[in-house]
């Protein structure tokens, strides 16, 4: 499996915030896509997830 993080902006009512999102690879015929897990505004939450997925 392969999963990443990247940084998304997300909105908190009016006010834009920083998520990091961990993400899958799902591979579907022809092509493959990313669908999100979770998001933390956290990065070492999200490493955390991550490595625990890793883990598995």
């Given at each position: ?21 961990v ?14 897990i ?19």
């Amino acid at each position: 499996m392969k999963f990443r993080i990247i940084p998304m902006e997300a909105y908190n009512g009016c006010i834009p915030v920083t998520v990091y999102m961990v993400q899958k690879f799902v591979d579907h015929f022809p092509f493959g896509k990313w669908v999100n897990i979770k998001g933390f505004s956290d990065k070492e939450k999200a490493v955390a997830l991550m490595s625990l997925l890793y883990n598995m």
